[in-house]
Structures are given as C-alpha cells and as structure tokens.
C-alpha cells in the first residue's frame, strides 16, 4: 500500500521471509542493505556539494556582470564603429535582455532548481543513463552505484529463497540503469533457457564493461562450490569499497570538470570583453 516507500525487491524479500518463517531474518537483511547504499549515498551527496555551489556561482557572475560592467563596455564598442565577434555580440544581447526584462535573470536559477528537483524522472530516460554512464569519473561512480545495489538486492532475494528468475527481474529493476537492466533481464532469459548461473553470467559479461570477465569467473567458482549468495553478496562488498574510497575523494575527483566550467566561463567572458579592444589594432595603427 506505500509503493513510495517500499521497493518491489523489499516486497519481495518480505514475502519470501513469511513463506520460509524466517521474516526476522529478513528484515535484518534489508536494514543492513539499506544502511550499506545509503552511507554511500550520502557520501556521494556531500560530494556533489562543491561542484553545484561553482556552478551556481558561475551563473551568478554572468548575471551580476551583465547588469554592471557590459552595459558600460557596449557603448565602448558602439561608439568604436567596428565588427563585434559573435561571443561579445551574444554577451551584449544577454545584457540588454536582462536590463529590459529583470526577471529574465531569474530563469537560470530556476532552471537549475527544476532540474535537481526533478532529476529523477529525468535520470530514468535512458538515453540520459547512457550519456552520463559514458563521462569519465561520473560514469563510472555511477555504474559501480547501480552494480552495488543491484547485486546485494539479488544476494538478499536468494538468500530468501526467492526463485531465480523472479530475483533476477527484481534486481534488474532495483538496478535503476538501463545496461545493469539488460543484463540481469537477459541472465534471467538465459536461465529460463535452461543454462545455469555462472554459464548465463558469462555470456553476458560484456554488458558489465571491465569488471564483466572477473565476476564471471567468480560466478563460475561459486556455481561450483555452491556458495552463490556469499560471492554474489562479496561482489556488491567489493563494490561497495570501491565507491567509499571514490567517495572521500570525489570533490578531487570532480576538480578538473569544475575547473574546465570555470575556465571555460572565465575565458569566454575575458574574450567577449577584451577581444573587440585587441581588434581596434588595424584602426588606430597605420598598416604598412
């Protein structure tokens, strides 16, 4: 009845500990889980702080600047009777368009706030998952999240005694990213085929990038050993230690994408300026 606060894998994991009478167990699990995903989470928000107050801060500039400094520039430029480029063309019509409408300076920050308010409906696009899966350091804090969750809800739900097939749709949707989707979808299509786990996993490798051929041979070990949820829960550990080192260190990490915003923004607006002054050479200067 509370679908928002209760996942289908929780349901899942819940129904299976009623039918095995082993609910508390259960419920432990889940907590322990949960826990795990959310200190990670969080880390990874505290993370994030950073790069968004140098963004906001980027907009703010640009807009402070156009009310004060390229309204005095402009008239610089319009009494000189010379050919603009096209980023000091650009940035004067920014500044007459919030100095006629005011309120215009208020949609950047708008926008920005609809987008973090409504990142989530927009993440599940997933061309959006793939774009973003495909950035270097942000994909791969992504992917390495999706695998975690994934991989300790699938552990959970066998360990519950969830059939195979079922917990292999649970953990695909739990995954909350189209590639991490595919594959537990087509390691279920495999088994309903008749192969086994570790053979499934292996087929279907490639869709898990770099770290696809060693969780298959560990797949492989466990199928024959028969100690598939311990290995299967050790893969999301693993991850797990991954993503808290990546963590502690993801305002470093993020450091040179925030530098080449602020360079970019920073550059552009000292070209739009200064790149008319550099020009006027060829009129105030004989030409020999």
């Known amino acids: 009845q509370h679908p928002d606060l209760f996942t289908e894998a929780v349901l899942a994991l819940i129904k299976a500990g009623e039918e095995s009478g082993q609910i508390d167990m259960v419920f432990q699990q889940i907590t322990s889980g949960r826990e795990k995903s959310l ?94 899966s495909r950035i270097p350091t942000v994909g791969n804090l992504i992917k390495k999240t999706s695998a975690m969750v994934s991989f300790r809800i699938l552990a959970l739900l066998l360990q519950a005694n969830v059939r195979v ?50 969780i298959a041979a560990v797949v492989q070990m466990a199928g024959e050993t028969g100690g598939m949820n311990e290995v299967l829960d050790q893969i999301a550990s693993d991850y797990e230690e991954q993503l808290d080192l990546m963590s502690a260190q993801i305002d470093k990490l993020l450091e040179p994408f925030v530098l080449v915003i602020l360079g970019s923004v920073v550059g552009g607006i000292i070209y739009a300026i200064y790149g008319p002054i550099f020009g006027l050479s060829k009129l105030l200067l004989p030409q020999q």
């Open 39 to 132: 200190r990670i989470l969080r880390k990874l928000r505290a993370g994030m702080i950073y790069p968004v107050i140098v963004l906001l801060l980027a907009v703010v500039v640009i807009i402070v600047m156009s009310f004060t400094l390229i309204p005095a520039v402009s008239k610089l430029y319009a009494s000189m009777n010379v050919a603009l480029p096209v980023p000091t063309q650009a940035l004067i019509w920014f500044s007459n368009m919030l100095i006629k409408q005011p309120y215009m300076a208020a949609v950047p920050i708008i926008a920005l706030v609809a987008l973090f308010k409504n990142w989530g409906k927009i993440y599940r696009v997933p061309k959006v998952q793939i774009a973003l």
């Open 165 to 214: 097939a079922t917990a292999l749709e649970i953990a695909a949707k739990s995954a909350n990213h189209v590639e991490f989707e595919a594959f537990f979808l087509r390691v279920r299509d495999h088994i309903v085929d008749g192969l086994s786990m570790p053979e499934s996993f292996l087929m279907e490798s490639h869709r898990l990038g770099a770290d696809g051929r060693s």
